[in-house]
Every structure is written in structure tokens, then in C-alpha cells.
């Protein structure tokens, strides 16, 4: 196949070359109230809305890279029988589900891949079916929009995610199966639940882990990502047997907004970064812990003053811009419960974020970043080259009710390297 991409991102900043995506669909709605908790949700979504402003978010990143959606991929895979059969019986596994594999066989490809992720609908033929409460017999995947989570490129491999919740584990299964069978894509994966599958504690998602620069990595020790799932990571990176540096940021477990480390600190540039200053640099209680390591061992294991301090340390001096600006704890909390630290890199000083943290956006423009609207950069009443440093601002009312923005949305596959 033609246009093979080589997967490798070595930075969260490195101009975008490949990005995997997937457009909300039924399966936002496939939701009640009653059920909305064990989808991982404090609300339920509109999703003639949240299709308006995903919009503008696939349409600014097809400007700047080649998109690839996670149905289309699916679709790719499983028009080879083996392969789908293959992916059947580890998904009906996994979810002690396999009486549904017969039926699964039967659909075609793209009702495959529809049900997949929209939901099986429960057939009420059996006495036990008839008195369910449940409406599918596989359970929707509401949250796989949220790309980011279920995989991790850190350089030249792709780290199968450990989900936290049980909900969300197919979808790590689905992006490993695209990246084992999609050949498009040339990638060497890990799966770490794998080789860590004794270990039930051993999670970790993609939202807690930032590829700062080649040789470090920062992950959030969240209640997504806990120290045994960092721990294996730490494992992998030891069989590299180069130098790497690990910088881990403890989070709170509440409010949800805490859910990863993406949702209170990101990249912007080379010598900028988005941070809840509350967390990241006043906070005496949530540490930050140096993991080094060489030649395939942990040399030392150290607390930090903070995580901007440590990065300096390492040679990345880093000029902080503060969520929600700098005046007003409560505006700080509200626009980081909003996304707004959540920004998402196409290149160097140049990224995207919700339009609705005005706050988070003016300070921004005090260091340099332009502010430009989605719907001019579409429509290209903008030309975003002739700007150094920009801003593109998505709408997000809907979108980020789901408890993430554009980094969350967004799956990088390829990058170019930073010129450091």
C-alpha cells in the first residue's frame, strides 16, 4: 500500500503528520440517565450538537495532516475474515459475551463495525433476555471518541493501553487490532496487559501520558493511571536501553476534571506549556517524582520541587501560561473544568483549543498566540501561515461536557521531529 505511515512521535509539539480520530456517533446517545454513571458520564449529550463542533475539529486538522477515523479503519481489517473473526472471539472473550460470535460473523463489514462501537441491540429470545433490564447484549462504546486514551505513541511504538474501566477496554482492543492488521500503518506494538495481566492494578490511559522530547516522557499518576501501570511502562522503557527520563505528576482522584494529566498541563511551543497553576506549581501535596534511566536500569528515583522545575533541570526551560489566567482562583477552576489546559499541538506555538475559555484564551494572547475562529480558518478567511503563533478555537459547549477536549479527541500517529 502506498503512503505507509511510519509511526513515530517523539514530541507533543512536532508538526502533525497523521492523526487518528473517531466521529461521535449513536453511541453518544445510546444513554439514559440511569446508565449514564456506568458510561462514565455526569450528563448525556446532545449529539446533533457535539456533531457540529467535532466538525470543525476534523475539518482544522485535515487542513494540517492526513485524518484517519477509527470506523473506516475497522472497516479496512474486517473485510478479511480471519481478522474479523480474530477480533470476534477476543472482544466476546473479554466480555464473556460469546454467544454473540456467530451473529457478529454475519454482519457485513460496515454493520460490523457499526455495532462494534454503537451497541448490540439484546435479542429478547430466551426467558433471561425477555426479563432484562439491558438494551444490548455489548454494551456501546461512549466514550471512544476520546481517542487519545485507548493507545499511546511514545517514539517509534504504540503502547496498548491498560483501561481503568471495564467499559472502556474494547477500545484499547479495537486500536490494537487496527495497528496489527491495518496496512497502513507500520508500527511495532506493546501491549502491556499482556505481560501484566496478573497484575489487575497495572492501568494506565493515554490522557496521562506527554512525550516531552525523545528521551522524556511525563505521565500523570491519576486514578485512571496508577503506579503499577506506570510501573510497566517504566519496564518497557527499560528494555530500550537508552537514557530516559520519566516525570510523574501525582493528580487528585476528584473532581473528575482530574481524570488525566492532559487536563492540567500540555505543550505549546518549544519553550511554552499550559498549566493548572493551583496543581502544578502551588500544590504542596501532589508531588512530583524523577524516574531515571540508564542502560536499561533505574539509576534513581527522586521528588521534585514541581514539574516545571524538573523539566529545566533536563534542558527544557518552560514558560507557563495558567488555565483560566492568573487574577481569580474560581475562573482557574472552572475553565480547567472545562478543557481548559486540554490544547492540542499541529506544530510548534500552534494549536487548538475551546473558544468557550475566554479566560485561558486572553492570557494566551498576552504571550503571543493569535487568536483565530475555527470557521475562518475553514473557510480560509484566515491564512493561519501568516502567523507565528496561533490559537484555533473550536466550539466545545457540547463536546466538553463529555470531560475532555482537542487532546483528548485526538490520536497522533506521526510527527515530525523538533528542531530543539
Not at 516522557?217 to 506506570?230: A, C, D, E, M, Y
Not at 499550559?274 to 508531588?287: D, G
Amino acid at each position: 500500500m502506498k503512503d505507509i505511515i511510519n509511526i513515530n512521535v517523539s514530541s507533543e509539539i512536532g508538526e502533525l503528520e497523521a492523526v487518528i480520530l473517531h466521529r461521535p456517533g449513536n453511541e453518544v446517545e445510546n444513554m439514559t440517565p440511569k446508565n449514564a454513571e456506568r458510561a462514565l458520564y455526569s450528563d448525556i449529550l446532545n449529539l446533533s450538537v457535539a456533531h457540529e463542533e467535532y466538525s470543525q475539529l476534523e475539518k482544522i486538522l485535515k487542513k494540517f495532516s492526513t485524518t484517519f477515523q477509527v470506523t473506516d479503519l475497522l472497516k479496512d481489517i474486517v473485510a478479511e475474515e480471519n481478522v474479523k473473526k480474530n477480533i470476534i472471539q477476543k472482544l466476546c472473550s473479554n466480555e464473556n459475551i460469546c454467544h454473540l460470535n456467530d451473529y457478529l460473523m454475519t454482519l457485513d463489514k460496515d454493520e460490523f463495525a457499526r455495532q462494534i462501537i454503537e451497541g448490540v441491540p439484546l435479542k429478547k429470545e430466551t426467558l433471561t433476555g425477555y426479563l432484562s433490564n439491558e438494551r444490548y447484549s455489548m454494551q456501546p462504546l461512549h466514550n471512544f471518541f476520546y481517542t487519545r486514551d485507548a493507545s499511546v505513541t511514545i517514539n517509534n511504538k504504540v503502547l496498548i493501553s491498560n483501561m481503568a474501566k471495564k467499559v472502556r477496554e474494547r477500545e484499547a482492543l479495537i486500536m490494537e487490532a487496527l495497528f496489527a492488521h491495518h496496512p497502513k500503518f507500520n508500527a511495532q506494538t506493546v501491549n502491556l496487559a499482556a505481560y501484566h495481566h496478573s497484575e489487575n492494578q497495572a492501568t494506565f490511559e493515554g490522557g496521562d501520558v506527554l512525550v516531552a522530547r525523545e528521551d522524556i516522557l511525563l505521565i500523570g499518576n491519576s486514578v485512571r493511571t496508577t503506579s503499577q501501570g506506570i510501573d510497566a511502562i517504566v519496564n518497557t522503557i527499560k528494555e530500550n536501553k537508552g537514557t530516559k527520563h520519566i516525570l510523574v505528576q501525582e493528580l487528585p482522584y476528584t473532581p473528575e476534571s482530574f481524570i488525566h494529566l492532559d487536563m492540567v498541563f500540555t505543550f505549546l511551543d518549544k519553550d511554552k506549556c499550559m498549566i493548572f497553576e493551583p496543581l502544578i506549581i502551588n500544590s504542596s501535596r501532589f508531588i512530583c517524582i524523577h524516574i531515571h534511566i540508564e542502560d536499561g536500569e533505574v539509576i534513581s528515583i527522586k521528588e521534585e520541587k514541581n514539574l516545571l522545575s524538573a523539566l529545566t533541570d533536563l534542558g527544557m526551560d518552560l514558560e507557563p501560561i495558567s488555565c483560566g489566567g492568573r487574577s481569580d482562583l474560581y475562573v482557574q477552576e472552572r475553565e480547567q473544568w472545562h478543557s481548559g489546559a486540554n490544547f492540542f499541538a499541529l506544530a510548534p506555538g500552534k494549536v487548538i483549543g475551546y473558544d468557550r475559555n475566554v479566560h485561558t484564551l486572553n492570557e494566551m494572547n498576552k504571550f503571543g498566540f493569535e487568536i483565530l475562529d475555527a470557521t475562518d480558518v475553514i473557510s480560509d478567511k484566515v491564512d493561519v501561515h501568516s502567523y507565528e503563533k496561533f490559537v484555533i478555537t473550536i466550539k466545545g459547549s457540547e463536546l466538553s461536557r463529555g470531560g475532555g477536549g482537542a487532546r483528548c479527541m485526538t490520536m497522533p500517529v506521526a510527527r515530525k521531529k523538533v528542531d530543539w
